[in-house]
């Protein structure tokens, strides 16, 4: 710290102002503990959250502690702060954020945007799937898997392109999911037939149209139509 350690009697001074609404001394507590959110976000950056939110949320928890610390405590400020801080964060990977990524996704993901920009400048266009999916090294269902990962949580009920008038939109699947309500949807497409459950990812996720589903996976365009209209029927009955 670039200042000198405030003496107990100063610390404690401190705290008083800070609890009876002295925003510079709050300012000056939150400051001087940085280091000790910082070293506890570091612990959950694993798990696939962003460290800005963390850091923000962490800093939350660090002024709650500050107020809610008792001076007749006989114990360190950080003793005391460090279980709120981490109570804090992980109450808002609990609530506010229930979809956790792994970072084998994660990675997947990153390394198939960067292909992606490779791919499409040697070929002279956007790569499809299975062309990106064969120079990865995956399965189609896994880059798809790892790109729905990393994507806005929107896409679940965002309108995908017709195919004709009689296309399917996810809307009629999900008109407005719910965090229940999109984790009920993940678990009925997990009950889905492996070569179901592809069609739904290239279609939904991948947002590929029917003719392109059919091309990746030897089918007709009709078949693909028929398939994936019985499957949001099923989806539609267990959600």
Do not use: W
């Not at 710290?1 to 609890?19: I, K, V, W």
Request: glycine letters at 4%; charged letters at 30%; hydrophobic letters at 40%.
């Amino acid at each position: 710290m670039a200042h000198d350690q405030p003496t107990q009697d100063q610390s404690r001074e401190l705290f008083r102002r800070a609890q009876a609404g002295d925003m510079e001394a709050r300012t000056q507590l939150v400051q001087e503990n940085l280091p000790l959110v910082v070293s506890i976000v570091k612990r959950f950056l694993s798990r696939g959250f962003d460290y800005d939110d963390l850091f923000q949320v962490g800093c939350l928890g660090l002024l709650k502690a500050i107020l809610g610390f008792d001076l007749s405590y006989e114990v360190q400020f950080s003793t005391y702060a460090v279980p709120k801080i981490i109570g804090e964060i992980k109450r808002y990977m609990r609530e506010d954020s229930p979809i956790h990524i792994a970072r084998s996704l994660r990675e997947l993901a990153s390394r198939a945007i960067a292909a992606k920009d490779m791919l499409g400048h040697e070929l002279g266009r956007s790569p499809t799937v299975q062309e990106l999916a064969e120079h990865l090294g995956v399965s189609v269902e896994e880059l798809v898997t790892s790109l729905d990962a990393v994507s806005p949580i929107r896409s679940l009920h965002e309108v995908v392109a017709e195919d004709d008038d009689d296309s399917v939109r996810l809307e009629h699947v999900l008109p407005a999911p719910s965090g229940d309500e999109a984790l009920a949807l993940r678990r009925a497409i997990e009950q889905l037939e492996p070569s179901e459950r592809r069609i739904v990812l290239l279609r939904y996720f991948a947002e590929k149209s029917q003719t392109e589903v059919a091309q990746l996976l030897g089918i007709s365009q009709a078949q693909v139509s028929r398939i994936e209209k019985r499957i949001v029927a099923e989806l539609r009955h267990h959600v």
